[in-house]
């Protein structure tokens, strides 16, 4: 009965906002928006903007402002034409835009150099509904309007809404006990982005900088899924481009905020043997704001988010009592903190100052049963130096980047008791603890320091050819890793290979890897017709283990070519293909010693060794359908090259870090794995009113591949193997009133189950239903308030996620789908 209520007040809902009554026409509508140049992807100022409407109500004008933003106040309803308008672009009109009554619509634009005027429609000026340019597969994060649909499910140890949960709206991607991660891939594959630099964690692969939305310009980021460039080659598994921070501008703006999710309002879980955890408590309250020091000359941009959290982890064992069940509380206290300053020297340069921390602590205490207190504090800071700028009248675009990153995780047992408490299965009561320091009193510091440079240069009627681009891009770009790491060794465990007491009750190490690698990407393309893509990425790895051991490094060349067919040469439908070679980093996780069994076992490894590695195929269509929405089918093959694999030396006492099949590794079978996937998808931007997306993907899996940083995790598999994943998603926004406005957004997901390595046999189908509700009220200019109400799995549907396999007996679920959570937000910007 309580599922059937909750899907009558959806009903009802959708009833009442479709058949919402017309208020009487006033002029209380706005239009606002960011005009960006379309080559150089930074604002552009001065550009005449002027909305016409079809009815007698005038013509209204304005200009942009340096940072390229325009807003138009006090607009009647009615359908209108807007132009762009400014010396040395293309002008780009939009026709019918409708404005609704007390509506803000936001209409951003991307105007194209003059000497585009060869290639496209003189009066359209806008790049094309289907993107004839690339050879891939990706999601330009625009078009993930996050205020209509319910992403970014908090996660215990992440941001209330981080940009690492958007790519869960897509059929390629699904989530796994270690994260959300490509199909054929894991988590630890992952490449996260951010101001054009990795913030990949070098040792244990996740995000380091995992940022909350509030602190990301995140319509400038994008998901990158297959058929990538090479200057996105250094990653086996999808790229996360989280675009760029909080920049400022010439107006003041900001917003205040607040999300909170609670305990109280989530759905039961059934009883299992495996740990789980369950969120009590997480909330944030923050503030952003932004504007001018200088106008047109000095802009800044500040960020705070402090966010605390409780967490609980049991282990409910079914042959036990109640009682003797175990149950740890977990709070955490963290603290986001962004600051960033823009100089502009003049419209073709400006340089950017960012400065990040973000500091956590979580305690770990007494539930239900006795267990040692330990805390784990977590610090990082980021900080970054990029200048953009344009030489030869912006034919030659320069991005220069520099970045310092360090990260520092310490767990610190109680001074009374032994954190050797048994807490098998609970992931040391919590999952942060798992990852990072691995369940042990571990130490551990990463220092990380980048550097690139690219330059990109485009000629219109190359060759004498008036309809033919030319695009060159190279780049060059270095790391410098460095991982200190302190563990404890339990005094049971500290025996030599014939069991005297003779190692140390605790062992430091430090690592290092060098990266160096560059690229080159040229492209052509005539007219919408033809494009063709060709690059070569080239990767230097050096890895230096601990106490001078023997040097591990290798060069490899990245080819990858790619080709896209506009048949009706109108940008409205492209056919595509795609070759690839990708290329991982290897994690200095795996180099740490091993302290879990009776004896402490170090790391050797191969000197030839090389990273994991990957070919890829992808052929797709996309067409453009009922205007701006695009249909898409689109079919990947993926192979694995090269893997990765910890093997026991032949006299025990230490691991080998190898590739199997080859060198050191050559006694082993090489590590197979090949994955096919077909994807269909009927998608629509977020546009006007409403917006829509529906995607499937059939897939097929052979080998036997697993993530090699499994034995840190106890084991765990984190290959992301379904057969069958079917997501939609949709929604709508509604004025109720002339400053109120309502919004509904429904996301569904159904995947089969989730497959194991070189088996048939899976878990059961999964299905998820979540759903987000939303009121906003207009004030005066630019000031809005708004109320939203997330629910994650709606119907509270508790499927096994993971089962036990035995031949003996029946399985035993060991992990069920998270429970029913509900998140309230609140926000006032100005």
Same mark, same amino acid.
């Given at each position: ?218 319509? @400038?980021?994008?998901? =990158?899924?297959? #058929? &990538?460039? *090479? ?6 598994? $999808? /790229?996360?481009?989280? !675009? ?15 999300? @909170?999710?609670?305990? =109280?309002?989530? #759905? &039961?879980? *059934? ?6 955890? $369950? /969120?009590?408590?997480? !909330? ?19 960020? =705070? ?38 100089? =502009? ?486």
């Amino acid at each position: 009965m309580r599922n059937l209520t909750v899907f009558h007040v959806v009903v009802g809902v959708l009833v009442g906002m479709s058949q919402a009554p017309t208020a009487r026409a006033e002029p209380t509508s706005s239009i606002l928006g960011t005009v960006i140049d379309a080559q150089s992807r930074q604002p552009v100022g001065d550009v005449v903007v002027t909305a016409s409407a079809s009815e007698p109500q005038g013509e209204f004008t304005v200009v942009t402002e340096m940072d390229g933003t325009y807003r138009f106040e006090l607009l009647p309803p009615g359908v209108y034409e807007l132009r762009f308008e400014r010396e040395g672009f293309l002008p780009l009109r939009r026709d019918s835009v409708p404005v609704r009554e007390a509506r803000a619509l936001r209409i951003s634009a991307s105007l194209l150099p003059e000497s585009f005027r060869e290639l496209f429609e003189p009066t359209r000026g806008e790049f094309p509904p289907v993107d004839t340019e690339s050879t891939g597969v990706s999601e330009s994060l625009d078009h993930l309007d996050c205020d209509l649909l319910p992403v970014a499910r908090p996660i215990p140890g992440s941001a209330m809404r981080s940009v690492d949960r958007l790519q869960s709206l897509r059929s390629e991607a699904v989530d796994t006990d270690q994260g959300l991660t490509l199909l054929g891939a894991s988590p630890s594959e992952n490449g996260y982005v951010l101001d054009g630099l990795s913030t990949q964690d070098g040792v244990f692969g996740r995000n380091a900088v995992p940022l909350s939305l509030e602190l990301l310009q995140y319509d @400038w980021g994008e998901l =990158l899924f297959r #058929g &990538r460039i *090479p200057q996105y080659g250094r990653a086996t598994g $999808v /790229i996360i481009d989280a !675009g760029e921070n909080k920049s400022g501008g010439n107006e003041f703006n900001g917003a205040v905020f607040a999300h @909170w999710a609670t305990g =109280l309002l989530q #759905g &039961r879980r *059934p009883l299992q043997d495996s740990p789980h955890e $369950v /969120i009590e408590n997480m !909330g944030e309250l923050g503030a952003v704001l932004s504007g001018s020091i200088l106008k047109d000359q000095l802009w800044f941009s500040l960020g =705070l988010i402090p966010s605390v959290q409780r967490v609980e982890s049991t282990r409910s064992r079914s042959a036990v009592p109640e009682e003797d069940s175990l149950t740890i509380q977990s709070d955490q206290r963290e603290v986001q903190a962004l600051g960033r300053l823009t100089y =502009l020297f003049n419209a073709d340069h400006n340089t950017t100052l960012t400065f990040i921390t973000m500091p956590a602590t979580q305690r770990l205490h007494e539930g239900t049963a006795a267990f040692a207190p330990r805390t784990l504090e977590r610090d990082t800071l980021l900080l970054g130096l990029g200048h953009r700028g344009g030489l030869l009248d912006k034919a030659v675009l320069l991005d220069i980047d520099a970045r310092w990153l360090r990260q520092h995780f310490s767990q610190r047992p109680a001074l009374s008791g032994d954190t050797g408490t048994e807490t098998e299965g609970l992931a040391c009561g919590s999952a942060l603890l798992a990852l990072y320091t691995r369940c042990g009193d571990e130490e551990h510091e990463t220092n990380q320091f980048q550097v690139q440079g690219r330059a990109h240069f485009r000629n219109y009627g190359a060759l004498g050819i008036p309809k033919l681009q030319h695009t060159l891009k190279v780049g060059l770009d270095a790391e410098w890793l460095v991982h200190d790491a302190v563990q404890r060794v339990p005094s049971a465990q500290r025996r030599s290979p014939r069991g005297l007491q003779s190692a140390p009750s605790s062992i430091a190490t430090r690592t290092h890897r060098d990266v160096v690698g560059g690229f080159v990407q040229d492209s052509w393309m005539y007219s919408y017709l033809l494009t063709l893509n060709v690059g070569l990425r080239y990767d230097m790895q050096r890895l230096v283990p601990s106490h001078g051991e023997t040097r591990a490094e290798s060069h490899m060349l990245s080819p990858q070519l790619g080709v896209v067919v506009d048949p009706f040469e109108r940008g409205e439908m492209r056919l595509f293909a795609h070759y690839g070679k990708y290329r991982g980093r290897v994690l200095l996780g795996l180099l740490l010693p091993d302290a879990s069994g009776e004896q402490v076992r170090g790391v050797e490894v191969d000197p030839h060794l090389s990273p994991a590695s990957t070919s890829e195929v992808t052929l797709g269509t996309d067409v453009a359908v009922l205007g701006e929405t695009v249909m898409s089918v689109t079919y990947v093959r993926r192979e694995l090259d090269t893997g990765l694999g910890l093997v026991s030396n032949p006299s025990g006492d230490r691991w080998r870090l190898v590739n199997p099949g080859k060198g050191l590794g050559s006694g082993l079978p090489k590590q197979e794995q090949t994955h096919d996937a077909v994807t269909l998808e009927l998608a629509r931007t977020a546009a006007y009113d409403w917006m829509g997306q529906a995607s499937y993907t059939w897939s097929r899996f052979s080998g036997s591949r697993e993530d090699p940083l499994n034995h840190m995790l106890r084991g765990t598999s984190a290959v992301a193997r379904r057969t069958h994943v079917l997501k939609a998603s949709g929604a709508r926004r509604q004025r109720l009133t002339p400053a109120l406005s309502a919004r509904l957004g429904l996301a569904y997901v159904a995947a089969s189950g989730a497959l194991k390595a070189g088996q048939r046999g899976s878990t059961p189908w999964l299905h998820v239903v979540d759903a987000r509700f939303g009121v906003d009220y207009q004030f005066d200019r630019g000031k809005a308030l708004s109320f939203d109400l997330d629910a994650f799995n709606l119907f509270n549907i508790q499927t096994e996620t993971r089962m036990t396999s035995s031949s003996d007996g029946p399985t035993v679920a060991l992990e069920h789908q998270p429970p029913r959570q509900v998140r309230f937000g609140a926000r006032y910007t100005f």
